[in-house]
């Protein structure tokens, strides 16, 4: 079935239903359409009169005796009241009423129409419920809403779990003569495709990574470096790496950290046993085992994305990226921290952030909204990138020297100097969704 015939389908389904409300409210129907119906004689006691309140006044024409009788109509959806001694006849079995029809009458018929059109038109775009939400909730849970919506992120502090057993784990790397990239647990923690021209150092937190306590799989891929913008053909025979994973916890004084038990030792090159040259990359892999007290469900249950079309999901999560780029565009605040919710509500208990984490996490976002001289540059240059056992996707900067770098980017000014700001994000479709969700 094509668009057009979903479409009226749609449209005659809303409108049968509106009929229906119609139809089954006489009063409704003589008062709106002014259409001819046949009824019971009914009467209203003089004591429930109180004031005059005519919604027509039209005549009743007796097809036996030809008498003419005036009368009104009473709706179903408020009392009326009426002076002592009018008298209030309704359509009886062999009577027929004729009410004219308004112009206003015309008018509120149009704008049913167009009301069901529009309503049609947001269930083929699967925003109903946005549609329910502008229209039917009350102001007042409008105003709750806005105001959760305002302390969501910063009040994740309230949700984290197990603050006195925290346990920060770190991935010390350091690499020369080579681009890489780092995964823990098939999420990527950390990679460089900048010109090769020393070594690479960084600690890189690796608890967003880690979901649960037990055996954590790391995986180092090796590419050829870039030099002056151009990457070489094969690696480097003078390769540098080393890289461990360490456990670091709050001192008890609470003014620095130290280290739990001894670094694992993941990987070190040059050595005899791992050899590299001549070759354009060289893949890495190995087993680190880590305890935190925490649970997080992540993306285990979510969709197996590999084996979608590719093209379909690159549209998909080319729109969601454009959607995160807009809203900040937009300075739609409320907007962004829904759509980071649930990557928020997941790292803030991985990182086992404090009220005055939760408020840096709120600020890093908001501050983006007060960027000086902000430009929202295109998202361009880009790929798809499949990763956590096939369960993430991301779009990820495809040239050098930003390969692998986020999408959504804001060009500002700081110190007379125009600077970038870079906004990650990782998606996946939780289990029978089948829509993408913001999850790191």
């Known amino acids: ?79 009326r009241f009426f002076e002592p001694g009018s008298e209030i006849v309704f359509v009886r079995k062999n009577a027929t009423a004729q009410l004219p029809f308004r112009v206003v009458d015309y008018a509120f018929f149009v704008l049913l129409l167009a009301g069901s059109v529009i309503v049609v038109y947001l269930l083929m775009k699967g925003s109903i419920f946005l549609f329910a939400c502008l229209f039917f909730t009350p102001l007042q849970n409008n105003a709750q809403n806005s105001k959760r919506i305002t302390n969501a992120i910063k009040d994740l502090y309230k949700q984290v779990k197990f603050t006195d057993q925290a346990i920060e784990y770190r991935a010390n790397i350091q690499v020369g003569a080579s681009s890489f990239e780092f995964y823990v647990n098939d999420v990527l923690v950390e990679y460089y495709f900048g010109n090769a021209n020393g070594t690479f150092n960084t600690s890189a937190p690796v608890n967003n990574a880690i979901l649960k306590s037990g055996k954590q799989k790391w995986k180092l891929i090796l590419y050829a470096a870039y030099l002056d913008g151009k990457q070489e053909k094969d690696l480097s025979p003078n390769l540098l790496v080393d890289i461990n994973i360490e456990g670091l916890k709050e001192t008890p004084d609470r003014k620095g950290v130290r280290p739990v038990g001894t670094p694992a030792q993941l990987i070190t090159l040059p050595n005899k046993e791992q050899g590299t040259g001549g070759k354009p990359l060289a893949v890495y892999e190995g087993t680190f085992e880590a305890t935190v007290p925490y649970e997080l469900l992540g993306w285990t249950n979510s969709e197996p994305l590999a084996k979608e079309d590719e093209k379909k999901l690159l549209q998909e999560v080319l729109a969601a990226n454009q959607h995160y780029l807009d809203l900040f565009k937009n300075k739609d605040i409320n907007g962004i921290r829904e759509m980071v919710y649930k990557k928020e509500q997941e790292t803030q208990q991985a990182n086992f952030d404090n009220r005055e984490g939760s408020m840096e996490n709120d600020a890093a976002y908001t501050g983006v909204l007060d960027l000086p001289g902000a430009e929202f540059l295109p998202i361009e240059h880009y790929k798809l990138k499949i990763f956590g056992d096939g369960r993430l996707v991301a779009l990820v900067r495809a040239d050098f020297p930003h390969i692998d770098e986020p999408v959504v980017r804001i060009r500002y000014t700081k110190n007379g100097k125009r600077k970038i700001r870079a906004l990650y994000g990782v998606f996946h479709k939780p289990a029978g969704s089948g829509r993408l969700e913001m999850i790191r």
């Open 1 to 79: 079935m094509n668009v057009y015939r979903r479409f009226l389908l749609l449209l005659l389904v809303v409108l049968l239903v509106i009929w229906g409300f119609i139809i089954s409210d006489k009063a409704f129907q003589t008062n709106f359409l002014g259409k001819r119906y046949r009824g019971i004689v009914t009467a209203i006691d003089s004591s429930y009169a109180r004031t005059i309140e005519y919604d027509y006044s039209y005549q009743i024409i007796y097809p036996d005796s030809g008498r003419m009788d005036t009368a009104v109509v009473v709706t179903r959806a408020r009392k």
